[in-house]
């Protein structure tokens, strides 16, 4: 295997989400899913998900990989779990049929106030709003982000009173 820190992010992205086993220095073993990789350091975050509902962090750092092998792909279940995993407690209660519905209302809401609005990313959950703002799941007013600091103003402004509509 080539030097870990030398892999460039795209070579790393393909770690994200599976179960690997890293060795380390002095032949110390790490596994676990793959919850991000540091770019700048080339460190390993891992998480292993506990029975009593607990979650176990492992960082592995970067100068210390000898050895990087996939144990197991992921399926749709282990990769939410790892995208909620630190999300604020609120965001962890929708269920993908919430989500499907919020998404819809506002996309709804915002065509109808002639605001254009398209669905983009591998499962169509970002909103893109004018093609210059974006609204992720859970889609409230905290959830958009854009360079444009006046657009994004108004839009979290006009999210907040059609959610307390």
Not at 58 to 85: F, I, P, W
Request: hydrophobic fraction near 35%; charge should be negative; glycine fraction near 4%.
């Amino acid at each position: 295997m080539t030097d870990w820190r030398k892999k460039n992010p795209l070579e790393w992205q393909d770690y994200m989400n599976k179960e690997i086993k890293v060795t380390a220095d002095e032949e110390n073993e790490f596994q676990g899913w793959v919850l991000t990789i540091d770019p700048v350091s080339a460190n390993i975050v891992l998480v292993n998900f506990l029975e009593d509902g607990k979650v176990s962090v492992t960082v592995v750092m970067g100068h210390a990989v000898q050895k990087v092998e996939a144990v197991d792909e992921g399926n749709d279940t282990v990769r939410e779990q790892l995208a909620h995993l630190f999300m604020p407690g609120e965001s962890k209660a929708y269920t993908q049929e919430d989500l499907e519905k919020r998404k819809n209302n506002l996309k709804r809401w915002l065509e109808q106030n002639h605001i254009p609005v398209t669905e983009q990313g591998d499962a169509q959950r970002t909103l893109c709003v004018a093609g210059v703002l974006t609204i992720d799941p859970p889609y409230r007013s905290e959830d958009c982000s854009s360079s444009n600091e006046i657009i994004l103003s108004r839009v979290q402004a006009l999210i907040q009173s059609a959610l307390t509509q």
